[in-house]
């Protein structure tokens, strides 16, 4: 294994855990609240759609690391395509958590570590 090789397996490793770690968290404090709460003024379709869509996010996160993982098999554009693709998403998730909280994220400045282990991997 090459070091552009191992970059893209960590980029992938820290993708996929920090997506599971957001999906407890949201799970636990966002989803479960609004589903426990008794509120009758919010309506049923935003009851049924407000869940998956806070989750949404971390299955497309924790599928992107995945992908990264196995993009180590693949051919040099194949890797580029996983790597931007991914990387986009976790550059996007990066800039909006390190700006929601001014810098104090650890799930935002994970994902710029993977962005920039991406970038290493893909060798731009």
Do not use: C
């Not at 509120?39 to 996010?57: A, E, G, I, R």
């Not at 995945?66 to 693949?74: G, Q, V």
């Not at 909280?101 to 935002?108: K, T």
Request: glycine fraction near 10%; hydrophobic fraction near 60%; avoid cysteine.
């Amino acid at each position: 294994m090459n070091w552009q090789d191992a970059a893209l397996l960590a980029a992938g490793m820290i993708g996929s855990i920090v997506a599971v770690i957001h999906g407890i968290l949201t799970q636990r404090l966002m989803v479960r609240p609004l589903q426990e709460s008794g509120s009758t003024k919010q309506p049923k379709l935003v009851k049924m759609l407000v869940p998956p869509l806070l989750q949404f996010s971390t299955f497309n996160w924790f599928l992107g690391g995945l992908a990264l993982i196995a993009s180590i098999w693949f051919e040099p554009d194949v890797k580029l395509a996983i790597g931007l693709l991914v990387g986009s998403s976790f550059l996007f998730a990066a800039i909006v958590a390190l700006w929601a909280s001014r810098g104090r994220h650890p799930g935002g400045l994970l994902y710029a570590v993977a962005v920039i282990l991406i970038v290493f991997g893909i060798n731009l």
